[in-house]
């Protein structure tokens, strides 16, 4: 492909629109500096500059005296949930049970105009009772469009493209797409059922991370919790690194049956912790709560203002009725318990037929590990009626070969007979 341009922008645009169309293929060579400077008749730091933003979009990257090499588009990211009119029994979506959710109605309120507080009265005094336990002292209070929307908030104030940052291997899909679209090089972090593994955070810290992602209670996909040794232990080895900004999301924290423990050392550190109400409120209820340092609060309310990109007031007035409500913060409490009943009953019943998973879990969903590629199981579960996740989508870099199983909604009929087909499909 011919590439043209007589300036940075303009050669980027020629070599994108190259990338796009397929006439530069993923892992072809981009010309050397030199020898394109001097093709184009222009300033080889002009065609420096354009390969550098290819990179910082993630479109090619440097590759030693490889030279410069093409990375193609980025792949479609998987994304939660399942599409509609699935004749399969849909396990693989990721939701909470709609029986186990509140109601939820918007009330007559004063309305609230460009200029008003951007977090209500109400939220605020739900919110910090929440967030006060575990938050250091003076810490700023936000509220963003849930727990994916804060993370990418997060991220974008406080890393820039190509940054790196360490998260759990096996990772949410939510932020596995938050990371890429925001160009930025991820550090994988091995998991076990006590959430992430202290030697291999340490490694990612050594490589470089900026920043740490991960998940207290409930990871998804794997289930697995933070206990007051490994909490320890992490925080331990933050304070070490005190220059690593730190992001905590706490995404079940409103239906979680363990105890929370803080990972984060008392330094004044960058810092977040989000509490998303998305979990036990409703998917579409779009609120979190954050908790954070001074520093990024200012950061974020460029964005979050009035004006710009507030939580609706509507939004809080729902959710606030609800979490004020004793009878419904009751049944959010049930519904805790009745998640962790069931994913404890499907765990007790695969034991039964010789399969093992970790213990403890905790979440929506239970994760199973396989040998090898999930493929097959995959669609031998699809023919007797069950739609599952394969778990390699949630692969940071090792092959992450597993089954993820949203179990939120089953009954006890519905929890055996899914318990004799995994055991059928898996081959005992």
Not at 98 to 125: E, F, H, I, W
Not at 354 to 363: D, R, V
Request: charged share 20%.
């Amino acid at each position: 492909m011919k590439i043209t341009g007589r300036s940075a922008e303009a050669i980027f645009d020629s070599i994108r629109e190259g990338i796009g169309s397929g006439r530069l293929a993923a892992g072809s060579l981009l010309p050397p500096v030199r020898d394109l400077a001097e093709q184009l008749g222009v300033n080889r730091n002009t065609v420096a500059a354009a390969y550098k933003r290819l990179d910082a979009a993630g479109l090619a990257s440097t590759a030693g005296r490889r030279g410069t090499v093409v990375r193609g588009l980025a792949p479609a990211m998987a994304r939660e949930g399942s599409a509609p009119g699935l004749a399969l029994h849909d396990l693989a979506g990721g939701n909470p049970d709609p029986r186990l959710l509140p109601a939820l109605r918007l009330q007559a309120a004063p309305p609230r105009l460009y200029g008003a507080d951007t977090v209500g009265a109400r939220m605020q005094r739900l919110a910090r009772a929440s967030l006060d336990p575990h938050c250091p002292a003076g810490y700023a209070l936000e509220l963003t469009h849930g727990a994916v929307d804060g993370i990418e908030r997060l991220l974008a104030a406080w890393l820039l493209p190509g940054d790196r940052i360490a998260v759990e291997d096996p990772c949410f899909l939510g932020s596995l797409n938050v990371l890429a679209a925001g160009g930025h090089a991820v550090l994988p972090v091995a998991v076990d059922a006590h959430g992430m593994q202290v030697e291999a955070l340490r490694q990612a810290l050594d490589a470089g991370a900026r920043a740490v992602l991960l998940t207290p209670r409930a990871h998804n996909p794997t289930g697995a919790s933070l206990d007051g040794k490994r909490a320890r232990a992490l925080r331990q080895l933050l304070a070490g690194y005190p220059q690593v900004a730190v992001l905590i999301d706490d995404h079940y924290a409103l239906l979680s049956q363990q105890a929370y423990h803080s990972v984060l050392p008392e330094d004044g550190r960058r810092w977040a912790l989000l509490r998303s109400l998305s979990k036990a409120l409703g998917p579409d209820l779009r609120v979190a709560w954050l908790g954070c340092d001074a520093d990024t609060a200012a950061r974020l309310r460029l964005r979050l203002a009035a004006g710009t990109g507030w939580v609706s007031h509507l939004l809080q007035d729902a959710a606030s009725s609800v979490l004020e409500s004793a009878p419904q913060r009751a049944k959010i409490v049930v519904a805790g318990e009745r998640y962790q009943q069931r994913l404890q009953t499907l765990q007790a019943l695969l034991r039964a037929r010789g399969m093992q998973t970790a213990l403890p879990m905790e979440g929506l969903n239970l994760w199973l590990p396989l040998p090898a590629d999930s493929r097959a199981q995959v669609l031998a579960l699809a023919s007797r009626g069950w739609h599952v996740r394969a778990g390699e989508v949630f692969a940071v870099a090792a092959p992450g070969h597993g089954l993820r199983i949203t179990c939120a909604a089953l009954g006890p009929a519905q929890l055996r007979q899914l318990a004799d087909d995994l055991a059928a499909v898996c081959g005992l």
